[in-house]
């Protein structure tokens, strides 16, 4: 395992290819990408273009054909399983469009998973749900619980390990637009109090207006990026956005 220096979270020359039958794709093509400490990046691009493939592949769920991901300097190839699941549990929290909470347990015990082995899990899940916002519902079931809520549930369990990346793949695709924008201030604010690093997938403008950073993905690679103006609209961003598909077409 190779130590590395710099930003919480690196990609170099980063190449994935699959295999669809006798077909191959290639959702990653070179991508290089450096994210800083408490920094909220929104990714952009049309249906296919790898930004899951790419949030994946940060959190080290996707093995590459070629370059590298190093994570607080810490170079994921290499890595056992077993060291690999250690690290992303302490080092990277993952929410999903689907929330991807278990039916069957309370929202405390879904907050808890990640912590089981730890002798504090309790306080912990206690802490981060009061600080969520929802504490009240510890004893709710998901089905017993709004997409909101339940958002707030699957975020909680991405923080129980006070992780210092989290990932989100499309986490506003779920709710109402007003829920949705609830989240995305939350998630700015865990950015802004408390210098975590966020990586968001969006297809919508809405949402990544949040960013401190908007990068435009396009056929597996980077093809630019923006910032969003402070106090800026989503038309703004959705006309940046459309601007750089233009320019890079
Ligand atoms: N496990 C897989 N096996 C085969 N092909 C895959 C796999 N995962 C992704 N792909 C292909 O890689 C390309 C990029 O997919 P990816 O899901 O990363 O795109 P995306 O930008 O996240 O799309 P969407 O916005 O629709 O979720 C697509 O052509 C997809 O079909």
Known sequence: MT???GNPLRVECVVKT???GAKKVTALDGVSLEVNKGEFLAIMGASGSG??????????LTDVDAGSVSVEGQNLAGMSDSALTRFRRAKIGMVFQAFNLLPSLSAEQNVQLPALELPDAAARAE??????GILDRRMHRPDAMSGGEQQRVAIARALIMNPAILLADEPTGSLDSRTGQELCRLL?????EEGRTIILVTHEPRVAMW?????????GKTLSQFTPKSGGS???????????????A
């Open 127 to 132: 802490r981060v749900m009061q600080r969520l």
């Open 3 to 5: 130590k590395e220096s």
């Open 18 to 20: 699959f295999s669809q």
């Open 51 to 60: 930004k899951s493939t790419l949030l994946h592949v940060m959190a080290g």
């Open 211 to 219: 960013a401190d950073r908007v990068l435009v993905f396009k056929d």
């Open 188 to 192: 700015q604010t865990l950015c802004c």
């Open 234 to 248: 989503a038309e703004d961003v959705a006309l940046a956005y459309e601007h750089a598909l233009e320019v890079g």
